[in-house]
């Protein structure tokens, strides 16, 4: 069996794992939702606890995007306690919290995309007004050759609100592969949307090096948060490796790129649609 030294283990305290990608890239170093990442790339893992799975490691991502990028604001708040205190100023909490007015667009990347667009909606509505959050919904494929390599991505129709002038852009993609396909939507968005992000995050169970490379030349003015980087298709000498210390030799695609290990086409787990 081949193993991945990146990881072997955890240090105390750590939250992202050491890498070479850059510092836009932020790789978590969470052994829980490693596990559940885990179960869910499994054979025998299929509906409903597919998408519980995929409900839960969506709500984890979210608060870690959310945690490292969205602005505070000092706010004061009065609890419930003032009613039963001699001097109600003491029940008065004061604390950085979340600036409840930043508009927020999540994007559903169809197919894989749509539930975990949607949970990252979900949650961003109980923490920000609602008014200021909205999902969008793009078709992507990917294009290949007569031997079903990947040679693009066709963007095919959309769905989308409204402007994104000083909005946190969202994609809650789960498997990034060759990156052709959210490079192509990223592109879209910045060039035939009308107004200028705040910022723009990609939100990634599983990525290879290949995609990492393909985003951050296409784009490197995106964050790219991820739950683990695949490098399967690498030789042994490079999985003993730091992860991006030899970017060039490293691999996590097979010969129809697709992700190794990766966890199947999540497209079709998640939609129980095998085509």
């Known amino acids: 069996m081949r193993k991945d030294a990146a990881y072997q283990q955890i240090q105390s305290g750590q939250s992202e794992l050491k890498h070479h990608y850059g510092e836009r890239v932020h790789i978590a170093a969470d052994a829980f939702l490693w596990s559940q990442l885990a179960r869910l790339c ?7 606890e597919v998408n519980h799975l995929v409900r839960s490691l969506y709500t984890a991502l979210i608060q870690r995007v959310v945690a490292a990028h969205f602005p505070t604001i000092e706010r ?16 008065s909490w004061t604390g950085a919290l979340l600036n409840r007015t930043q508009k927020v667009v999540t994007v559903d990347v169809a197919r894989a995309g749509m539930l975990p667009s949607q949970i990252c909606f979900d949650v961003l509505n109980t923490v920000l007004q609602p008014e200021g959050i909205r999902q969008d919904h793009v078709i992507m494929a990917r294009t290949t050759d007569e031997n079903e390599r990947v040679t693009g991505a066709h963007f095919g129709e959309s769905k989308i609100g409204g402007d ?10 789960p498997m990034g592969a060759t990156g052709s396909s959210l490079s192509k939507a990223i592109a879209h968005y910045k060039s035939d949307v009308e107004g ?6 990609a939100m990634n169970l599983i990525v290879t090096p290949e995609y990492l490379n393909r985003l951050t030349q296409d784009h490197p003015d995106v964050d790219i948060h991820v739950l683990r980087v ?7 000498e490079i999985l003993s490796s730091e992860l991006g210390e030899h970017w060039d030799q490293e691999s996590g695609l097979n010969d129809k ?14 939609n129980n649609a095998y085509c």
Not at 164 to 173: K, Y
Not at 196 to 201: D, L, W
Not at 263 to 269: H, N, R, Y
């Open 42 to 48: 499994e054979t025998e893992t299929i509906q409903p």
């Open 76 to 91: 004061s708040i009065t609890t419930r306690m003032a009613q039963f205190d001699s001097q109600p100023e003491r029940a």
């Open 164 to 173: 994104i002038d000083n909005a946190i852009v969202l994609f809650p993609d």
């Open 196 to 201: 200028t992000p705040a910022r723009i995050v």
């Open 230 to 236: 695949d490098r399967g298709a690498s030789s042994p």
């Open 257 to 270: 790129q697709y992700i190794l290990p990766g966890g199947g086409g999540f497209g079709e787990i998640i």
